[in-house]
């Protein structure tokens, strides 16, 4: 059982590159969620999805965009990056229809913009 | 929007019994949920919390009083693997899940 998949583990970004952080779950889940967390800190949410053709966004999108093509993927773009992104971010899916109704998580990207 | 408090630290004795409280303020409530998330992992799902009252699950329980907006993770006969951070999570009726800066428990010998 695959869950959620989220490649890379980790990366290092020079200042104004651009990247996507990839997520893929294989449990026919509606909900996708993108967080990233800081040392020391809780989870914010970036953006989420409650279907395919469908994101919104969460506390703190800015700085990042996000496609939902298909429902197995929900990869998350990062233009112009900056010091300030620097941070883990976590993926994760929940289904829709019932139990389980918790979200899954990712193992994260350790991304550092330098 | 959420706004979601809980305690930034605590710490007790192996064995002993732990109560971490969380608060919030929601636009929506849909379900509030605990996570374990251990340094440098993801989190996992400890509980779910939907109707006032205490849901068990072995040596984790948690209460919910929606009235209050208050819930709290209890954790007994603590061991030391159970030394990680615990996140309280809040979902709104838009189904976003926003979470606490969560409560870093450490369990000494």
């Known amino acids: 059982n695959a869950g959620v998949t989220q490649t890379p583990k980790f990366r290092i970004l020079k200042i104004g590159q651009s990247m996507t952080l990839q997520c893929t779950q294989d449990m026919n889940h509606n909900y996708m969620y993108w967080y990233r967390q800081d040392p020391g800190m809780g989870l914010k949410l970036i953006y989420y999805s409650v279907g395919a053709g469908i994101t919104d966004k969460g506390e703190v999108p800015n700085g990042y965009n996000v496609s939902r093509s298909t429902t197995e993927d929900f990869p998350l773009r990062l233009e112009l990056a900056a010091p300030s992104q620097t941070s883990v971010y976590f993926c994760?899916?929940?289904?829709?229809?019932?139990?389980?109704?918790?979200?899954?998580f990712g193992q994260g990207t350790r991304l550092t913009v330098v | 929007g959420q706004n979601i408090d809980q305690p930034t630290e605590m710490t007790a004795t192996e064995g002993a019994i732990v109560q971490i409280n969380c608060t919030y303020q929601?636009?929506?409530?849909?379900?509030l949920f605990w996570y374990q998330q251990h340094a440098g992992e993801a989190p996992t799902f400890l509980s779910y919390?939907?109707?006032?009252g205490l849901e068990e699950k072995g040596r984790f329980s948690s209460f919910l009083s929606r009235s209050k907006g208050y819930s709290y993770l209890l954790l007994k006969e603590l061991q030391m693997k159970d030394s990680a951070s615990y996140l309280c999570?809040?979902?709104?009726?838009?189904?976003?899940?926003?979470f606490g800066a969560g409560t870093t428990v450490t369990v000494r010998a």
């Open positions: 994760a899916s929940r289904t829709d229809r019932g139990p389980p109704t918790e979200a899954f």
């Open positions: 919390n939907v109707l006032d």
């Open positions: 999570a809040v979902r709104d009726y838009d189904y976003k899940l926003s």
């Open positions: 929601t636009s929506g409530f849909n379900g």
